[in-house]
Structures are given as C-alpha cells and as structure tokens.
C-alpha cells in the first residue's frame, strides 16, 4: 500500500501558477504510476496528468497541455504538478492517485487507480 499527502494548494488569480505536491509513503514509490485528477464543484473527476514508474513518460489531457508539467523524484518519493497560466475554470480540488503497476499505461480513469490522497484545493480568482 502507498498513502498520498497533497500540498500547494491556493488561491492564485488567473493567469497565475501554482505547484502542487505529492508525498508518498509506505511502498516503493517506483512501483507506481502516477497521476493527478481535480474535481470542480458539481462535476465529476477528471484526468489532469500522469507520469511513469521512472519519470520517462507523461501524458496530459488536452486542456492543460503545454501550461501544467508533472514530474517525480522517486529518491524523495514525491511527485510534483506544476500549473502555469491557471484559468478560472480550472478551480477544483486537485487529486493525486497511484496505481501499481510494472508497465507504463496510459491510464485516465479514476477507476485505474488504487491510492488516492485527500485532495488539495486550488482556486483561480478572474
């Protein structure tokens, strides 16, 4: 089992960015994919980033490409979300989530993942 603690979380205004954090422990971090999803009010969760075992691979939704970069150092067991040119839209709880696997998927689904931390809150004031 791995648990996941979400920081960075805030109130940034539009434009702006955030770095949001992800502290893992208690299973070899290296062993998991892992991603972050975010949850607007009255919506449901929805795939943000996500990055292989090793750190070589990611894979973002289209809404965030090119402005959000995922990262991990599995020597300190975390994994990073940097968020450039947040949008209002873009206020939501942010998720991160882990799933254990030897292959590198592309997985998008909440549904993929095992571990989820409590959530950390953005929001992007207009």
């Known amino acids: 089992q791995v648990q996941l603690v979400e920081s960075g979380g805030g109130l940034v205004q539009a434009g702006g960015s955030l770095r949001l954090s992800c502290a893992a422990s208690?299973?070899?971090?290296?062993?998991?994919?892992m991603g972050w999803f975010r949850q607007a009010p009255g919506k449901e969760r929805e795939f943000v980033a996500i990055?292989?075992?090793?750190?070589?691979?990611?894979y973002y939704a289209d809404s965030v490409k090119g402005r959000f970069t995922i990262s991990r150092d599995n020597a300190k067991n975390t994994v990073i979300l940097q968020m450039n040119s947040l949008k209002p839209e873009e206020r939501a709880v942010y998720f991160c989530a882990a799933r254990r696997t030897t292959t590198w998927e592309k997985r998008v689904h909440d549904s993929d993942y095992e571990y989820w931390g409590q959530g950390t809150r953005v929001t992007v004031s207009s």
């Open positions: 208690g299973s070899t971090f290296s062993g998991y994919i």
């Open positions: 990055i292989s075992q090793g750190g070589g691979g990611t």
